[in-house]
């Protein structure tokens, strides 16, 4: 340990309250972290724990929602609301160019799930495990192994009772229940109203191994340490090796070095996950945030990637308007396009107010601003807004046309599954901190900026059109009852054109999916695994390995969806769990771990 202290001495850091040592150390408490969890807990040999160091910047709140929690996040029902209402999920703003054509920016409330669950306790709880073909280019054994793992953990979720189907309202009880039709999500029954409330991963996992067992849950409460409302500001690094991290309690102020006997696991997520290894000055060499350090990894922050929404509304009602929807998601259908390799989603939900809501101020911002900064002075310029959008939330929310959307309408949201285009983040250092020589940031001193490029590639205008025109249900009706784009965008924007997709884009097409085109906040891929193509290729731009090991450092590995090397064809997070299970196994078996795990 003076070793430790007088290399933080030579290195200039900033003082640090105190020390702490573990065995492990894992950053976020999000669903590939409980997917960890679960699986140390049910493959180690003995009953002996670790002492593992959980470190989560939300609130412990393990807790069942059933039974206690903001009323938001207790109704799964309420997911869309909750996932961008700032007082339940931890939301960033940034700027984000994604119009080609021009300067726009818009601006994006990230909703980011804090607290133990992670995004489980914000999202729309949706459980689905990708097919094996997702994992094709994966590297062993994950192209083998995840499939097994994702049916395991169904299995579990159905044996705790938490798994059940959105499209029907009723309980999954065997995995044989998962048809095409079928939306499963989590939930779990209150006892008090016989209502179906809102779990996360950690109820819905790991609680129940820690109730079968006192033993176990004696064990577990001794040696793992829950370091809520705690903030990872950078990794500690002797040389090659990373011998801990600097935290911030973000109630107190104060700094702590929490030390790690074997290794740092990093479960932040495909944002801060990159975000802390440019803090700590791990990198390409145009993302220097710390002079001092000769860590360079080209990938970092890479091949940022996601699914890609467009809004679709016609006149009628919903399909599914009488059928008992958990969460307000009625269906989600799958298809490719004849003779292409796109795959596209289309999901139908009932929460369209605020999904309507949503997407018309995201759509409208930019123009507004564009308009205002010419009309109004600079200071109304920026109160100008907030006011709008609020006005917007009192028609939409409080008067008939909450009602007209909610019964008048089908909406359903295309998502491009697997775009060409990819962007990328960096760090922007702050006003009050500059990097230089002798000094260590840490991730408070910057501000996260996306590049997300968004349908760049041409290619994706054109993958796009084809899923837009083979679309299942909507397809079938007449363009003469589509009110969005049909009507409303040929209106507003004076595009007309028409031409058969095999050959060519509409004009008018090609702007509005520039000008509306959303993110479904499911990225990936900016730390990504090595895969076979960069085997092949000898390519730099992967960031792990095939054991989850950050290339060129030792001791660090990271377990969330920043590994992945390409989008998913469903929502990530039950993948996310069954990364975080495959690298428990992979700890319990390891020689150089296996004495402490």
């Not at 065997?174 to 939930?187: I, S």
């Not at 006149?315 to 009488?322: A, E, I, K, M, Q």
């Not at 993110?519 to 076979?532: D, L, N």
Request: overall charge neutral; proline content about 6%; charged content about 20%.
């Amino acid at each position: 340990m003076t070793q430790f202290v007088v290399f933080l001495q030579e290195r200039n850091c900033r003082f640090c309250e105190r020390f702490q040592e573990f065995d492990f150390i894992i950053v976020g408490a999000g669903p590939s972290a409980i997917g960890l969890l679960t699986s140390l807990l049910e493959n180690r040999d003995r009953d002996v724990f670790p002492s593992i160091a959980i470190v989560e910047r939300g609130p412990q709140t393990i807790a069942s929602s059933v039974d206690r929690g903001p009323s938001k996040t207790q109704h799964l029902s309420r997911w869309f609301e909750a996932a961008h209402d700032r007082s339940s999920s931890y939301v960033q703003v940034v700027q984000s160019a994604i119009n080609t054509q021009d300067n726009k920016y818009r601006r994006l409330d990230i909703p980011i799930g804090r607290g133990i669950g992670g995004g489980s306790n914000i999202n729309a709880g949706l459980c689905v495990a990708p097919p094996p073909g997702d994992f094709q280019n994966w590297s062993e054994p994950y192209r083998t192994g995840l499939p097994d793992i994702l049916e395991h953990l169904q299995e579990r979720l159905c044996a705790n009772h938490c798994l059940w189907n959105s499209a029907n309202g009723k309980e999954i009880t065997n995995t044989r229940d998962l048809d095409d039709h079928a939306v499963p999500c989590l939930g779990k029954v209150n006892p008090h109203n016989s209502q179906i409330g809102r779990v996360n991963y950690y109820n819905a996992l790991l609680e129940p191994i820690l109730q079968e067992s006192s033993v176990r849950a004696k064990n577990w409460a001794t040696q793992v340490h829950w370091f809520c409302h705690h903030e990872a500001q950078r990794l500690i690094l002797l040389g090659e090796r990373v011998t801990g991290i600097e935290v911030c309690n973000t109630a107190a102020g104060s700094y702590y070095i929490l030390s790690a006997r074997n290794e740092v696991i990093i479960c932040a997520g495909a944002l801060e996950t990159p975000a802390l290894l440019l803090a700590s000055g791990v990198g390409p060499d145009d993302a220097a945030t710390s002079k001092n350090s000769n860590h360079r990894i080209h990938g970092v922050g890479k091949r940022l990637r996601d699914h890609v929404i467009l809004p679709r509304v016609l006149l009628g009602p919903p399909p599914s308007l009488h059928a008992r929807s958990i969460n307000g998601i009625h269906g989600m259908t799958s298809f490719e396009v004849p003779g292409y390799s796109d795959r596209f989603l289309l999901m139908t939900a009932t929460t369209v107010p605020e999904i309507a809501l949503h997407f018309f101020g995201r759509i409208i911002e930019p123009y507004w601003r564009l308009v205002s900064s010419r009309l109004l002075p600079c200071w109304l310029n920026n109160q100008g807004w907030p006011v709008l959008e609020g006005f917007l939330k009192f028609a939409v929310m409080y008067t008939p046309v909450y009602w007209f959307l909610q019964y008048g309408v089908t909406t359903m949201n295309l998502a491009y599954l697997n775009p060409h285009s990819t962007g990328s983040l960096r760090l922007v250092p702050k006003h009050s901190f500059t990097a230089d020589d002798n000094t260590t940031g840490r991730r408070r001193d910057f501000d996260l900026q996306l590049d997300l490029k968004y349908l760049r590639d041409p290619k994706d205008i054109q993958s796009f059109w084809r899923g837009w025109v083979a679309s299942p249900i909507v397809s079938n009706n007449s363009s003469w009852w589509e009110v969005y784009p049909g009507i409303i965008f040929r209106f507003l924007y004076r595009r007309f054109g028409s031409a058969k997709f095999e050959k060519s884009v509409p004009s008018w097409f090609d702007l509005f999916s520039r000008d509306t085109c959303l993110p479904f906040y499911h990225w990936c891929g900016t730390c990504a695994i090595k895969t076979t193509n960069d085997d092949d290729d000898d390519s730099d731009d992967w960031v792990v390995d095939a054991d989850l090991k950050v290339r060129s450092l030792r001791c660090l590995r990271i377990c969330d969806a920043s590994i992945f090397p390409n989008n998913l064809s469903v929502p990530p997070a039950l993948a996310c769990v069954s990364i975080g299970y495959l690298l428990g196994k992979m700890l319990c078996k390891d020689s150089a771990t296996k004495k402490v795990i």
